[in-house]
Structures are given as C-alpha cells and as structure tokens.
Nanobody, 122 residues
Framework: VQLQASGGGLVQAGGSLRLSCAASGRTFSSYAMGWFRQAPGKEREFVASISWGGGRTNYADSVKGRFTISRDNAKNTVYLQMNSLKPEDTAVYYC????????????????WGQGTQVTVSS
C-alpha cells in the first residue's frame, strides 16, 4: 500500500483546509484509514479514523466538532476536512492505514503516508 497525502498549507486561525490521502496497491475499501499529526518537539498523536466502509468514525477530543474524516472508496481517497483551525493544530499531518481493523479504531498502523504540513497562524 502506498499513501500520498496532500492539501496542507498556511492558513489563519479560524480558517479551513481539506487534506487528502490517495491510496494505491491494495483494495482500498477493505481497510480502516486514519489521520495522525506531529507537532515540533511532540510525539505523533491520533487525530481521526474511519472504518473501511465509512460508516464509523473516531476523533480525538481536541478536534471533535471541528474536523471531519470521510472517504471515497471509488477514488481510493480519504479526506480530513479541518474547520475552525487553531494555532495548536499546527503540525505535520500523516495518513495511515490499518489493514486488519474492521472498525474505526486504528489498532496498528501498517502503512504511513509521507506527511503534509499544516501551519495555522494567529
């Protein structure tokens, strides 16, 4: 599985961005996908995840109500819509695939995307 993340950039606080992650190499609709982020000097943390069919989602408390994860299995792509962005959302965002999860919970990351930088200015 290869994952290609895109859509990052510089935005003012309160603004929006949509990240995309295109997958290839295996049947996309058969595995859970997620987004993680890593800010400078901090550990990588979970942001959101979605089940293989898209019917179930899971979010970190820090992004609930502001971020929305979705997927289009016909396009082999998962999205992260980020609204009401805050400076503390600044980080490199990574998409991830869990090939064995049958829910929205990411138990084990089998593949990582290359990361896309999101910078939110105050």
């Amino acid at each position: 599985v290869q994952l290609q993340a895109s859509g990052g950039g510089l935005v003012q606080a309160g603004g929006s961005l949509r990240l995309s992650c295109a997958a290839s190499g295996r049947t996309f609709s058969s595995y859970a996908m997620g987004w993680f982020r890593q800010a400078p000097g901090k550990e990588r943390e979970f942001v959101a995840s979605i089940s293989w069919g898209g019917g179930r989602t899971n979010y970190a408390d820090s992004v609930k109500g502001r971020f929305t994860i979705s997927r289009d299995n016909a396009k082999n792509t998962v999205y992260l819509q980020m609204n009401s962005l805050k400076p503390e959302d600044t980080a490199v965002y990574y998409c991830a695939a869990d090939l064995t999860s049958r829910t929205a919970v990411i138990d084990r990351v089998d593949y990582w995307g290359q990361g896309t930088q999101v910078t939110v200015s105050s």
